[in-house]
T-cell receptor
């Protein structure tokens, strides 16, 4: 089956630093990847959609300059949280899909804690 | 703006009982997904419903889709403790998934 990995699984950082999260499709080529964030006991909120080789499309209310997304290859997308603050602490989940499949495959998530 | 609502938000049920979780959405879509999330974990795909009238079953769970009513249901039969988790429906909106509010299910003896 299709597998999506995320790295790191957990990260703690100081306020003001930047954190990069990687999302990889391990056994398929992902033309589109999605980034979600989830606060405790809440639903998933789509942050942005990224297509390989083009700029990401951000959802309303998501700061492009704060959450930098790069989809440099068909198997890798990265999310960089710049100048992180405690309110950025959340569970970040990526997903990936190909046009031929009617579903998204979700990564295991990255838990970010900003002190 | 597409809205996806689930009810109930929280469900505490006894083992062996049956119950249904409802997922209502506000605009036309013919693709709907159900996921399970355990505490601290990511999403596990349960069902993909791709057309009006679609019904799928896996073990004690059965999902259905009525696109005309903009309603999907997740029916639980003879609940067991292992089904305790949070369940999300998600509606496909131009290739983006909009998630429901989630239903936190607790099954007790």
């Amino acid at each position: 089956g299709a597998v999506v990995s995320q790295h790191p699984s957990r990260v703690i950082c100081k306020s003001g630093t930047s954190v990069k999260i990687e999302c990889r499709s391990l056994d398929f080529q992902a033309t589109t990847m999605f980034w979600y964030r989830q606060f405790p006991k809440q639903s998933l909120m789509l942050m942005a959609t990224s297509n390989e080789g083009s700029k990401a499309t951000y959802e309303q209310g998501v700061e492009k300059d704060k959450f930098l997304i790069n989809h440099a290859s068909l198997t890798l997308s990265t999310l960089t949280v710049t100048s992180a603050h405690p309110e950025d602490s959340s569970f970040y989940i990526c997903s990936a899909r190909t046009p031929s499949v009617e579903t998204q495959y979700f990564g295991p998530g990255t838990r970010l804690l900003v002190l | 703006e597409l809205k996806v609502e689930q009810n109930p938000l929280f469900l505490s049920m006894q083992e062996g009982k049956n119950y249904t979780i409802y997922c209502n959405y506000s605009t036309t879509s013919d693709r709907l997904y159900w996921y399970r999330q355990d505490p601290g974990k990511s999403l596990e795909s349960l069902f993909v419903l791709l057309s009006n009238g679609a019904v799928k079953q896996e073990g004690r769970l059965m999902a259905s889709l009525d696109t005309k009513a903009r309603l999907s249901t997740l029916h639980i039969t003879a609940a067991v403790h292992d089904l305790s988790a949070t369940y999300f429906c998600a509606v496909d909106n131009t290739d983006k998934l909009i998630f429901g509010t989630g239903t936190r299910l607790q099954v007790f003896p």
